[in-house]
């Protein structure tokens, strides 16, 4: 209790205050620009911690986390460009919004979901996260490999219209994943000799050309998207009557959020799609998902946020970074002399209660500085369609050559823009192809060490209780997804109708 108490008056003091403060504008900035991401802006900052106390400078660095999460969302709603690969699954609802004129309760919707999302990240993180800590040790390859099928029925629920142009998607996306050397043989796959796709595609990089190019070009064909937007005079902030509304989403998701960051590999971007496929398994208006439903919205916001504990958990308490970007958080821990694991709470108390406390207090910060800033990015909406999209375009192109300073990725890039621009044309919806390549290295990985594991047999995966169960969640959803499902639920209420009579 007294290392709790510590912890709370270091982070009130005013230089980690100041931190929470430049680390949040930072984060915001960051995710707003398509390219740029957190774990990029904090493995750049880093050196600049090297003078500081530990503390605040882990401080910083973690506000900047959660700030990149929610900073994401803004062009996503804006003008249908993710800043994050975890804003993905936001395009969906929040950009349907501004279409209607209402960006600016959008966006309004999306930052009370990232206050929520991330203050009950940081309220797991102060009380069990010892407790989950060990709980991640349990997650093995089997268990991914199952989690990873069971991500993959979210493809048929984002079929919107046609299951079979989803399915579609969703096997490209997995092509895609497939792409470069085998994570196990070390045997080179459809890179038809080419030494540049030996790393695979970065996804990243196919996000920026799916989602930003088709939309540039979008937007010199018809200028007319963005001149609704700007004409937007709603309010930002939700009533507390919608509020309420969303609570049963918002909670779902952030608890979803924190326990898909506790698991290592897996990220902000899993955890949207996570959270918007069981926001529309638990809805009673499951035909208005896609079409700017504010729980859509609220979903994946809530999830991507709580992420940051999540991942955190793990890093902490065990020394496996849970993201990326914790992995760079992880460095910054050991170059400042502190070892992660088990001993952390105690030997560095100090420093961890502070980190802990920088997770919900940046949450507030968040609501605050996201209020102001965001006000002043709805200022986008203003630039005409054709002046926009070359800005998109250049920052695209900044944003993909920095990822790993090759101008090859930028040609790979606008390929993935030229295919996106065509599948929108052929109404091809593009998440399930995200959800594709999200999920697919994480299946193919997991299943050869499940099989080596196994000695070869696949049995290995109904042997084990947590993959069994998963499974079979899986082959329920998949179940719920066929016509059969709904003929079923037709007949049973007819019969019930019948009965009643």
């Not at 005079?233 to 608890?255: H, N, Y």
């Not at 002043?376 to 993909?400: E, N, R, Y």
Request: proline content about 4%.
């Amino acid at each position: 209790m007294n290392e709790i108490m510590s912890g709370l008056i270091n982070v009130l003091s005013i230089w980690n205050l100041l931190a929470l403060a430049v680390g949040m504008i930072l984060g915001l900035f960051v995710g707003s620009m398509p390219g740029l991401s957190a774990t990029m802006a904090i493995a750049i900052l880093l050196p600049l911690t090297f003078g500081m106390d530990p503390a605040t400078g882990i401080t910083m660095l973690t506000s900047l986390y959660m700030g990149a999460m929610y900073g994401g969302s803004i062009l996503a709603i804006l003008v249908r460009t993710p800043g994050t690969p975890a804003a993905a699954a936001t395009v969906m609802d929040g950009y349907k919004m501004t279409e209607r004129g209402q960006a600016g309760k959008a966006l309004g919707i999306s930052l009370i979901s990232s206050l929520v999302g991330g203050i009950v990240s940081g309220i797991v993180l102060l009380t069990v996260a010892p407790l989950l800590g060990k709980l991640a040790l349990s997650i093995g390859a089997v268990e991914l490999f199952a989690i990873a099928v069971l991500g993959l029925t979210i493809i048929a629920s984002l079929a919107a219209g046609s299951v079979i142009k989803g399915l579609l998607a969703g096997s490209m996306g997995l092509l895609i994943s497939f792409i470069g050397m085998d994570p196990i043989t070390g045997t080179p796959r459809f890179t038809f000799g080419s030494i540049y796709l030996f790393d695979g595609i970065s996804f990243v990089i196919a996000l920026i050309g799916l989602f930003s190019i088709p939309q540039a070009l979008k937007l010199v064909e018809k200028d007319k998207e963005v001149i609704k937007a700007s004409k937007i005079k709603d309010k930002m902030l939700p009533s507390w009557q919608e509020i309420k509304a969303l609570k049963g989403t918002l909670t779902r998701s952030s608890v979803i959020g924190v326990f898909t960051g506790l698991i290592p590999g897996t990220g902000g971007d899993t955890a949207s799609w996570f959270s918007y496929n069981e926001a529309k398994r638990f809805s009673k208006q499951k035909n208005k998902f896609g079409t700017g439903h504010t729980e859509g919205l609220a979903a994946p916001e809530a999830a991507n946020n709580a992420v940051v504990g999540g991942a955190l958990i793990p890093t902490i308490t065990l020394g496996v970074p849970g993201s990326s970007t914790t992995a760079v958080l992880l460095g910054g821990l050991m170059i400042h002399g502190i070892m992660p694991g088990p001993t952390l709470m105690t030997e560095h108390a100090e420093v961890t209660y502070t980190l802990l406390w920088a997770v919900l207090f940046s949450s507030i910060f968040l609501f605050v500085l996201g209020l102001l800033y965001t006000r002043l990015a709805v200022g986008v909406t203003k630039i005409p369609g054709k002046v926009l999209a070359p800005i998109i375009v250049l920052l695209c192109v900044i944003g993909t050559f920095a990822v790993n300073n090759s101008m090859v990725d930028v040609f790979i890039m606008f390929a993935f823009g030229i295919v996106g621009y065509f599948i929108d044309k052929l109404n091809i919806p593009v998440a399930p192809l995200v959800v594709g390549m999200i999920l697919g290295m994480m299946l193919d990985t997991s299943l050869h060490q499940s099989l080596l594991i196994g000695d070869g047999s696949w049995l290995i995966f109904l042997q084990n209780p947590i993959s069994a169960i998963l499974l079979f969640i899986a082959l329920i959803s998949i179940f719920q997804s066929t016509p059969l499902f709904d003929k079923f639920i037709q007949l049973y209420n007819k019969r019930l109708r019948q009965d009643s009579k």
